[in-house]
């Protein structure tokens, strides 16, 4: 119905304004010029008014408002300011041509609103910019300068260019030769039609005697007067260009051209002075063409010129106009392209070091700073091949979290086992800590969301689409390092309603309306109730309580959401009631970045459960691609051979086949994760915290919405404990550090110690190493931390190098550690360690073993743990059978040095690292008769009450196992330990 009726009005507007048109009929073109306006803004009047009551809703109002005054007064400024130059700059247009020249002006203004539109946020960043310690080393600029300021003058630039061009379009077409006053108009062969000009004989009318022949010289006058137009808009032209020229040196902060990224000696040396030149040129003619007494002197120079060499003033003028245009090209040709590419290869480069190393030392202290890792502490691992009894005692804490379980194989167990029912989907696992009880536990968790896609086809209906199916529920969470006699997560919440099995963990408000999944409106607290949870062969209904969305209590807010999402459906249904919500940008990423669109935000939000209620926690980052001398981020390429990123990119990594970095950040050569949004699972709310107060972007940012921040001070400690420092901010500073931690300029020109993710053979293939969180003990610490690391190896080698860590815990929050190896002691690599599996007879003719039968081994990632000064390896190994859809955990690997242990738990292969008695995989000793009775009673218990739930699969192992058990009584031999 509403793009019906917004055709139809246009329609109708459409035929009033031809019809008035070509009737003669002011007042009907009027009329159908009002109503095309009246809808545009009608409907347009309807989208904003939408926006608004959102923006109302989570307590944004005044943000809203600012951006929408802010694009009508940038816009108007620039509408106003092109078209009045213009104007100006047209004055000289002949009278007679004030059609085109109102047409000039209107496009002119159009075209300034058009760029107000676009720079609004630039003009923002500009007036409330703030200023920097730091300046660059060539001009002495505050990085402030490069952050807030050159934008807007390179904005400013642009909307010169398009005013003076134009003027100069507008007069250039008012100047055009035609017919004046019945003359005939001939033009000579050889010249330009916009200058030349030559009246002759009219044909005789037989009154009067025919006019005279005047000699062209005897003309100059009268074309000075003609194209005197073309004088100002070619000055202000010019001058425009030199302003550009003069912007141009900061712009050399991110130049390519020399050994790094930034001003290089070639840049300084030779391009510097070429764009001062070039501007003193531009500046030159500029004043001779807007200058009055200036163009009446060259005007007469040219008539005096033309009259005693008999020349045509059109061919004298446009060889004199072009000498000074053919001066400037020809400077910037010579001076901008061929000078420095010869003088970078005649002499920069066979001196490269000596004559870039203090552009070298900028950038590396630039980029540095860029990338936040000037307050990086870089240590060397004292690293002592022993773990002993006594180490292992001591990290006892950290050592019960060592992550076991995958979040790939998690994520298929609890999709098969506790997504329930087909509309809810399980899709991710995020890592967190918590204290359970008195320990403080590494944990999992995934949410369960409601995928409503998911429904049978002829149920996906309307109504159970946006009435009925409103939300998911609930999470599930395990410890990373505990798992089922089984090999099953061993969860400490489960199932719906929640099950928590600790009271800290209860969740009292497990609707999720708000998530990762939730990516179309709903109309919460309807006449229709809302599906909460299954229980058993009924379920169970209810009613929205929260003060999300926007209450439709008018036929006024009916009929804008009907026409900003729903529809003519949502218009005429029953449902919604005065009491009802529609709630809408739902998906928490789209969520934060309508509230706040000049943020990053990161690809991975997280559930926690705080006070009994599930939030969101989303990293935002603040970016810029402005910060001088400082080298722009370039992921890794996702396939081999791919186009890489800009040279010199800020990456040390070549290609792989499975990259999974994020490629947000790309480009960016400023990067803050300066803001953690929190936004609730039930009602929507969004709250936004500081975490980076000396930043000057969210600085900027604050002062121009002033209510859109909090202080990291006011995040409720509850949710505080759960912040975590992001996955793909350590990635970006990884790759970056693995770089620029050569802090010494000759060393860094030679990548004499480049270093590269560690690499890992997963699934079959050999992939980087993602960062991944671990609890750690420092040395000289009491208790384990929570901590995000990424381990490094040296480019074209496999031994470990170092690692990269950042704390995440309390004051620690933020704080970056390096370590390096020594380099006189071979520390293994991940991927050595799947090498030394691999060379393992016993453990590699296990692994074939199971790959067999209609099983298939899955070998997770590779854990490189610190444990005081040494270093301890982790890989789990699961087996999947071909009739289950999930892996179990069968076997953990642990080398330490060239020793090997594995056993089917961590515990066991731990004890068999130390005292060097490995316990082999799958064999815990064996069961006596009577303890192979008790296992097969157990397993018949066990297979009753799977069948009985309809969990086949499962029942089918307890079958299995319940099979061995008796041919082990029959055989009268033991049975090996499960």
Not at 432 to 460: F, I, K, W
Not at 485 to 494: H, K, M, N, Q
Request: proline share 7%; glycine share 6%.
């Amino acid at each position: 119905m509403y793009v019906v009726l917004l055709l139809g009005l246009l329609a109708v507007s459409a035929v009033l304004v031809v019809r008035g048109h070509m009737r003669g009929r002011p007042r009907m073109l009027a009329a159908g010029a009002a109503v095309m306006l009246g809808t545009i803004g009608f409907f347009g009047l309807m989208s904003l008014w939408g926006e608004m009551l959102w923006f109302e809703e989570v307590g944004f109002v005044r943000r809203f408002w600012t951006s929408v005054v802010a694009r009508v007064v940038v816009a108007g400024a620039g509408a106003a300011f092109a078209s009045g130059l213009t104007w100006a700059l047209t004055l000289s247009v002949n009278p007679d041509e004030r059609v085109i020249r109102r047409l000039g002006v209107t496009l002119a203004a159009v075209v300034g609103a058009l760029w107000g539109l676009a720079s609004w946020t630039v003009a923002l960043r500009w007036g409330f910019g703030v200023r920097t310690p730091v300046a660059d080393p060539i001009f002495g600029k505050d990085t402030g300068f490069y952050l807030f300021r050159l934008p807007f003058y390179d904005a400013l630039f642009w909307l010169f260019l398009f005013a003076s061009t134009a003027a100069l379009v507008t007069a250039v077409l008012a100047a055009w030769p035609r017919r004046v006053e019945g003359a005939a108009m001939r033009r000579e062969p050889s010249a330009t039609p916009l200058l030349d000009v030559q009246v002759v004989e009219a044909e005789p009318s037989g009154e009067g005697p025919p006019p005279e022949v005047r000699p062209e010289h005897e003309l100059a006058s009268t074309l000075v007067r003609r194209h005197r137009a073309l004088f100002a808009p070619l000055g202000a032209l010019a001058l425009t260009l030199a302003y550009g020229r003069l912007l141009a040196p900061y712009h050399l902060m991110y130049s390519r051209r020399g050994a790094v990224e930034g001003a290089g000696w070639t840049d300084v040396h030779v391009l510097l002075p070429v764009y001062y030149v070039l501007a003193a040129l531009l500046v030159a003619m500029g004043i001779v063409l807007l200058v009055p007494a200036a163009t009446r002197a060259f005007s007469r120079a040219l008539a005096k010129r033309a009259e005693r060499a008999n020349d045509s003033i059109a061919a004298l003028a446009t060889a004199t106009v072009a000498a000074p245009a053919a001066i400037v090209v020809a400077v910037a040709l010579l001076g901008l392209g061929v000078v420095p590419a010869l003088v970078q290869w005649l002499v920069v480069e066979p001196n490269e070091l000596s004559l870039e190393e203090r552009y070298l030392r900028s950038n590396i202290a630039f980029t540095r700073d860029g990338f936040n890792l000037e307050h990086a502490e870089v240590e060397e691992f004292p690293l002592e091949a022993k773990l002993t009894p006594d180490v292992i005692r001591d990290r006892q804490s950290m050592l019960e979290n060592v992550r076991l379980w995958d979040p790939r194989a998690f994520n298929e167990v609890v999709r098969q086992f506790q997504e329930l029912r087909l509309y809810y989907d399980i899709t991710g696992t995020d890592f967190d800590r918590y204290t359970v009880g008195d320990e403080y536990r590494q944990v999992m968790l995934s949410p369960r969301e409601m995928e409503a896609s998911n429904l049978p086809v002829e149920s996906q209906t309307f109504v159970n689409r946006h009435f009925k199916y409103t939300h998911g529920f609930g999470l599930v969470m395990a410890p990373v390092s505990e798992f089922t006699p089984t090999g099953l997560p061993e969860l400490i919440v489960r199932d719906i309603p929640p099950v928590a099995d600790h009271p800290s963990l209860r969740i009292e408000r497990p609707e999720i309306y708000f998530g990762e999944r939730t990516n179309h409106y709903v109309v919460a607290n309807s006449r229709a109730p809302e599906f909460n949870y299954p229980m058993g062969g009924t379920n169970v209904y209810t009613h929205y309580a929260g003060r999300g969305g926007v209450p439709l209590e008018s036929f006024w807010r009916k009929l804008v959401y009907g026409w900003k999402l729903g529809g003519t459906r949502l218009l005429f249904s029953d449902y919604p009631t005065p009491e009802s919500r529609i709630l809408f940008h739902r998906n928490i990423a789209d969520r934060v970045a309508k509230a706040a669109p000049f943020l990053t935000l990161d690809h991975d939000p997280y559930p926690v459960i705080v006070e009994g209620r599930i939030k969101w926690i989303v990293d935002a980052y603040t970016t810029s691609d402005r910060y001088p001398y400082s080298e722009a981020y370039a992921p890794p390429s996702p396939k081999p051979g791919a186009r890489r990123g800009p040279k010199d990119a800020a990456t040390a990594e070549p290609s792989t086949s499975e990259v999974t970095l994020p490629t947000r950040l790309a480009g960016a050569n400023y990067v803050r994760n300066s803001v953690k949004a929190v936004v609730d699972a039930y009602d929507g709310s969004i709250s936004l915290y500081v975490f980076e107060p000396n930043d000057p972007v969210v600085q900027v940012w604050s002062r121009i919405y002033p209510d859109l921040f909090r202080p990291s001070d006011a995040m409720p400690e509850a949710l505080r404990v759960h912040v975590r420092y992001p996955e793909a901010m350590l990635e970006t500073q990884g790759l970056v550090f693995a770089k620029y931690h050569m802090t010494d300029p000759r060393v860094f020109y030679n990548r004499e110690d480049l270093w590269v993710r560690a690499t890992e053979k997963y699934s079959e293939h050999v992939r980087p190493v993602d960062p991944y969180y671990v609890m750690w003990q420092a040395p000289g610490s009491r208790s384990a931390e929570f901590i995000l690391m990424q381990p490094f190896t040296p480019k074209g080698r496999q031994v470990l190098i170092g690692w990269i860590a950042a704390l995440c815990d309390g004051a620690n929050y933020g704080r970056l550690i390096a370590y390096r190896f020594p380099k006189d002691q071979w520390v293994l690599g991940p991927q050595q360690v799947d090498t030394k599996i691999d060379q393992s007879p016993s453990l590699s003719a296990q692994l074939t073993l199971w790959d067999q039968h209609g099983k298939r081994v899955i070998r997770g990632n590779v854990l490189a743990i610190p444990i005081d000064t040494t270093i301890l390896y982790v890989e789990p190994i699961y087996i999947q059978a071909e009739a289950a859809a999930y892996p179990e955990l069968r076997t953990v690997v642990l080398m330490h040095g060239d020793e090997m242990s594995y056993a089917p738990t961590f515990a066991e292969a731990l004890e068999g690292l130390v005292t060097g008695r490995p316990v082999a995989a799958g064999d815990r000793g064996a069961m006596t008769p009577s303890e192979a009775a008790t296992e097969a009673n157990r397993a018949f218990d066990d297979y009753v009450r799977l069948m009985s739930t309809g969990d086949f699969a499962e029942a089918g192992k307890q079958l299995e196992v319940l099979r061995d058990a008796l041919r082990s009584l029959q055989n009268g031999r033991p049975l090996p330990s499960r």
